[in-house]
Each structure stands twice: as C-alpha cells, then as structure tokens.
Nanobody, 123 residues
C-alpha cells in the first residue's frame, strides 16, 4: 500500500495550489490531509469519505480549501485557494477507515501515510 503526494511548491500569498494524493494497493473509507509547520505539531486540514458525500475541514481552512476524491483513480485532491503564509507546511495525505467528524480529524485513526509535499507561501 502506498500513498504518493504531489503538487506542493512555492507560491505567493493569495495564490492557489492543488495537491494530489494517489493511493495504490487498497481503497480507504476516508482520506485526509494533515500538515506540519516547522516547530509545530501535525494538524488536521481536511478529510473526505469514500463516497465524497462527507467532507470535514479545520476551521483555519474552511472557505479556502476544498477536498475531493476520484475513486476511479483512487486519488484525493486538496484545492487550496487564497493561500496565506501561515499555510506554509509539509502536507501529508493519509488513508483510514474511521468515518465521522471526530475520527477523521485524529491522525492516530489513519493507518497509511504519504511522504509529504512542501507548500511554501511567501508574503
């Protein structure tokens, strides 16, 4: 089982970026994105259920980020708009089987993780 994240880069504040995470080897009931900024703990960003009907977002990204998934490609996307310097972090995708607003935000409920992709937002 592998999760391959891509799409990170260096952008300016206000720009947009789309991250992708391609999974192979199995499918997941829920896929999520977490991020970790330098010197900080890993934090939840967004998650989406298998059907795509349930999405969950951290308050800090609501209205700016959109998570989606293409089950035919076993890929999850994170569209990030209106990026701010505080969004700078390594972004990790993860796959798990615990659906719900509580479990989807807990990193310990995800069994598989991608390698991370760096997003840097300059002011």
């Amino acid at each position: 089982v592998q999760l391959q994240a891509s799409g990170g880069g260096l952008v300016q504040a206000g720009d947009s970026l789309r991250l992708s995470c391609a999974a192979s080897g199995r499918t997941f009931s829920i896929m999520g994105w977490f991020r970790q900024a330098p010197g900080k703990e890993r934090e939840f960003v967004a998650a989406v259920s298998w059907s795509g009907g349930r999405t969950y977002y951290a308050d800090s990204v609501k209205g700016r980020f959109t998570i989606s998934r293409d089950n035919a490609k076993n890929t999850v996307y994170l569209q990030m708009n209106s990026l701010m310097p505080e969004d700078t972090a390594v972004y990790y995708c993860a796959g798990g089987d615990y659906i719900g607003s509580y479990y989807s935000q807990r990193a310990d409920r995800y069994d598989y993780w991608g390698q991370g992709t760096l997003v840097t937002v300059s002011s």
